[in-house]
C-alpha cells in the first residue's frame, strides 16, 4: 500500500490548484469592486473576471458576501503584518515620526488595494477574531513601552487600544472624501493621535 507521504505527495498538486483557483477568484473580486464597487460587482462577473466558470466559483464562495468578507480577511491580516513590523522600527523613530509612519503604512496600503475602500461600505457582518486583535494591540503596547520605559503594561494597552480606534476612526471618512481632500483629512488625524501619544506618553 503506498505510504502517507506518497499519498501526500500525490494529493500536493491538486490542493495547489485549488488554492491558486482560491486566490484567483479573490483578486478577480478585488479588481472588479475597485473598478465598479461592491453593489455592482456580481458572481457571474466575478467568475468572468476570474477566467472561471460560475459552478467553479460557487465552489469556493457560496454568495459574494462571503467572497468579500474573505477579502476583507485578507486586507486585515496584511495590515495587521504591516504595522506589527513597527514595533522593529520603533526604538530609532521619534514620536511624530512613529505616527507619520503608521498613516503613512495605512495609506501605502489603501492605494496598493483600491479594493479596501469599498469594501469598507459594503454591508457585510465582518469581525476579526478576538485572537487577532488582541496580537494587534500587543504589538503597539510594547511599542509604547519602548517610548516610555516602566510604563505598565496594562496602561500600555489601553493606549494602544484608544491608538488604533482613533487610527482606524481614519477609514471611513477617506472613503467618503475627495481625493483632493485627503491629504488634509490625514494630516488631522496625525495631529490628533500625535497629540493624544504626547499626553500618555508623558503623564
Do not use: C
Not at 42 to 61: C, H, L, N, P, W
Request: aromatic share 8%.
Amino acid at each position: 500500500m503506498p505510504s502517507d507521504i506518497q499519498q501526500l505527495k500525490r494529493r500536493t498538486p491538486r490542493q495547489a490548484r485549488s488554492e491558486d483557483r482560491h486566490a484567483s477568484v479573490l483578486d478577480a473580486a478585488a479588481e472588479l469592486i475597485a473598478e465598479i464597487g461592491y453593489d455592482a460587482a456580481t458572481m457571474t462577473a466575478i467568475a468572468e473576471r476570474a477566467g472561471s466558470s460560475i459552478g467553479a466559483v460557487y465552489q469556493y464562495f457560496r454568495n459574494k458576501e462571503e467572497i468579500a468578507r474573505a477579502l476583507r480577511e485578507q486586507y486585515a491580516e496584511e495590515m495587521a503584518q504591516r504595522w506589527a513590523r513597527l514595533e522593529e522600527e520603533a526604538a530609532r523613530l521619534t514620536l511624530e515620526e512613529l505616527v507619520h509612519r503608521l498613516f503613512d503604512l495605512m495609506i501605502d496600503f489603501m492605494a496598493a488595494r483600491p479594493a479596501y475602500i469599498p469594501l469598507l461600505s459594503a454591508p457585510l457582518n465582518y469581525q476579526r477574531s478576538a485572537d487577532a486583535r488582541m496580537r494587534l494591540r500587543e504589538h503597539f503596547a510594547r511599542i509604547f513601552q519602548q517610548k516610555k520605559p516602566g510604563l505598565r503594561a496594562e496602561r500600555a494597552y489601553l493606549i494602544a487600544n484608544v491608538t488604533l480606534q482613533l487610527v482606524k476612526g481614519l477609514n471611513p471618512l477617506y472613503a467618503q472624501s475627495k481625493a483632493a481632500d485627503r491629504k488634509l483629512l490625514v494630516q488631522e488625524f496625525k495631529a490628533v493621535v500625535t497629540a493624544y501619544l504626547t499626553l500618555s506618553l508623558s503623564d
